[in-house]
């Protein structure tokens, strides 16, 4: 073997053997209490904690309903209505979609297409503006962006069309003049639910990393304000450091250099699944295991809880629910019936012990195949 050579296998040699170490050090450093030391009668909030975007109360999605009058003069009305989203390329938004169309077919209101702006503001805009032009009665739009889409959903209003937002807000917009309801999940319940389960898997005085959107964004706000806050009050030993993006499809470079220079790091709390999934393929490639929470639930992200790996939990959106009062909302409007501003769903803790009920309560359907032989090798585990 050249010097050289010998000189690398050493460097390898040593590198493996300080990553197997801290690999062991990860491991052995979460408490035997992790998940199971958590009480899930108890687990998440019973009501809705968090306040809208202007620190409205929320309302009830039962509050939504139509009576029979109105039922009748909503299919009598044959009203249009369009659909703007920020990707369709999420469990997420299909289940919204899913749960607006089924609603409004159900009333006899025709959606007249679903435009997907995959977060780029620029399309948004060109999205929203084609919309106006077909002349729907109504718009159901989850904004990108809160400032730069203003001025074009304040002309959705402006043309006589109802408006109704999902999840947040753009700025100087206000209900009822502008819009008439935003319908979101407890997305501050949500981190609280991620928050708990994740502390139970941190030693004392541990540090965990929060994988954060860097974009002022209301409802990826309230999760990330979720965690901090219930960290504060419950466990103030634990440290907690941030890392930020922008852009989605950066999540893996940007978690993987946030973990290599900040190897104290015991604990991981991602805003939502996909840049979870994403922290943990960067995790896997560096070798480390360590515990990871997040908020949503997606197909991937439940397999992965079903598997008991780092993978711990979510504090689940009900995205399908969500979509239901959301078109229950834009027919109360097109009927000029009031609507409150802003609708709060509730939310759901999954870990490993129910992720195939869960799977059926927000996804409305049986758990597929995949995940359901993830959860039979975990058993009795996962259930």
């Not at 690999?23 to 052995?28: G, Q, V």
């Not at 106006?132 to 739009?141: A, L």
């Not at 502390?199 to 959107?213: D, H, Y």
């Amino acid at each position: 073997m050249k010097q050289s050579a010998r000189i690398l296998f050493s460097t390898l040699s040593l590198a493996a053997s300080a990553f197997a170490l801290s690999t062991s050090m990860s491991l052995a450093q979460t408490p035997d209490t992790c998940v199971t030391g958590v009480d899930m009668a108890t687990l998440g909030p019973k009501g809705i904690v968090g306040q809208g975007p202007h620190g409205e109360k929320a309302a009830s999605p039962d509050e939504l309903k139509l009576t029979d009058d109105e039922a009748a003069k909503v299919k009598a009305g044959k009203f249009k209505v369009g659909i703007s989203m920020q990707t369709v390329n999420l469990d997420w938004s299909q289940l919204q979609v899913q749960g607006i169309s089924e609603t409004l077919a159900k009333y006899g209101v025709t959606v007249t297409g679903v435009a997907s702006a995959e977060y780029q503001v620029d399309k948004q805009i060109a999205d929203i503006e084609n919309t106006i032009q077909q002349h729907p009665d109504g718009i159901i739009s989850i904004p990108v962006d809160f400032t730069a889409t203003a001025p074009t959903y304040k002309k959705v209003g402006e043309a006589g069309i109802k408006l109704v937002f999902m999840d947040s807000i753009p700025v100087g917009l206000s209900s009822p003049k502008d819009f008439a309801s935003m319908i979101s999940a407890d997305s501050q319940g949500n981190g609280q639910i991620a928050a708990q389960i994740l502390a139970s898997c941190m030693p004392k005085g541990g540090t965990i990393g929060l994988v954060n959107f860097g974009v002022d964004y209301f409802s990826t706000n309230e999760r990330t304000k979720g965690v901090g806050e219930w960290m504060k009050k419950n466990r103030p030993d634990i440290v907690l450091k941030q890392v930020d993006f922008t852009d989605p499809s950066k999540v893996s470079q940007i978690s993987g250099d946030f973990l290599t220079g900040n190897p104290d790091v015991k604990g991981l709390f991602a805003v939502w699944d996909q840049p979870a999934l994403d922290t943990l393929s960067s995790m896997r490639a560096q070798g480390i295991d360590i515990p990871i929470t997040t908020v949503d639930l997606g197909l991937q992200s439940a397999i992965e809880i079903a598997k008991g790996g780092p993978l711990k939990a979510t504090g689940s959106q009900r995205p399908y629910d969500q979509g239901v009062a959301e078109a229950l909302a834009m027919m109360k409007a097109l009927i000029g019936q009031p609507t409150p501003a802003w609708v709060g769903v509730q939310s759901l803790p999954v870990v490993q012990s129910n992720v195939l009920e869960s799977f059926k309560t927000v996804f409305h359907k049986d758990p597929p195949a995949e995940l359901v032989d993830a959860c039979n090798s975990a058993k009795p585990k996962c259930n």
